[in-house]
């Protein structure tokens, strides 16, 4: 079945940019997408990529796709106080009607 | 409309309570989720429904039992439930894609349950 990894924690500084890594092991996963979790709420689609895309830049957020090894990182730039959450990468389930998330990247920002 | 509502927000009961969460979204999606949350874990899928038919169920204990009545309702009905249930129960819907898997889910805030 479908496993998806990444990093538990990381740590930046305010303005800087911030790079959130994920790994999947399905490679006939068509999306992949993040989501964004901030404390006592539910989970907030950020964006997602195609299978057949490299890159997708949406304002201060960069998705890279490296299907080959099928890792999938999340950029974001000029990283703000309210970027600290918890992200997660997720993959849906080869022809199935379910997600699976990876465990989370809780990101905090120092000043 | 892009919201999918949860109700209760928080939820306490006893091991012999019988109560119901609900969830309910006015965006057109077929597909209804139910996802248990524990602290500081990602979310466990426990059902889906795709076109008001349970479609999945991942080996979820029968004192839990979902209920889709219509195409923007989902509920959960709870039964004897035991303190290790305790929990963010999140709500989820999406459209359901013809090939490719699921289409992004839409969250709810999620009830929070606490079984005592």
């Known amino acids: 079945g479908e496993d998806v990894e990444q990093s538990l924690f990381l740590s930046v500084r305010e303005g800087d940019s911030s790079v959130i890594n994920c790994t999947y092991t399905d490679s006939s996963s068509t999306y992949l997408y993040w989501y964004k979790q901030e404390p006592g709420a539910g989970l907030q689609l950020l964006t997602y990529i195609f299978s057949n895309m490299d890159m997708k830049q949406d304002q201060r957020l960069t998705v890279l796709l490296n299907k080959k090894d099928k890792h999938l990182s999340l950029r974001i730039a000029d990283t703000q106080t309210g970027d600290s959450a918890i992200y997660f990468c997720?993959?849906?389930?080869?022809?199935?009607?379910?997600?699976?998330f990876g465990s989370g990247t809780r990101l905090s920002i120092r000043p | 409309d892009t919201e999918v509502t949860q109700t209760p927000k928080h939820l306490v009961m006893g091991m012999t309570n019988k109560k119901s969460l609900k969830c309910e979204q006015h965006m057109g999606h077929r597909a209804m989720y139910w996802y248990k949350q524990k602290a500081k874990k990602p979310p466990e899928l426990m059902f889906v429904y795709s076109y008001e038919k349970l479609s999945i169920n991942e080996s979820v204990p029968s004192r839990f039992s979902p209920e889709c009545p219509n195409s923007s309702l989902l509920n959960l009905h709870l039964h004897a439930l035991q303190p290790e249930d305790s929990a963010l129960y999140l709500c989820a819907s999406s459209q359901v894609k013809v090939a490719g898997g699921p289409g992004e889910l839409f969250f709810g805030e999620g009830s929070r349950l606490t079984v005592l």
């Open positions: 997720a993959a849906p389930y080869s022809s199935a009607s379910k997600i699976i």
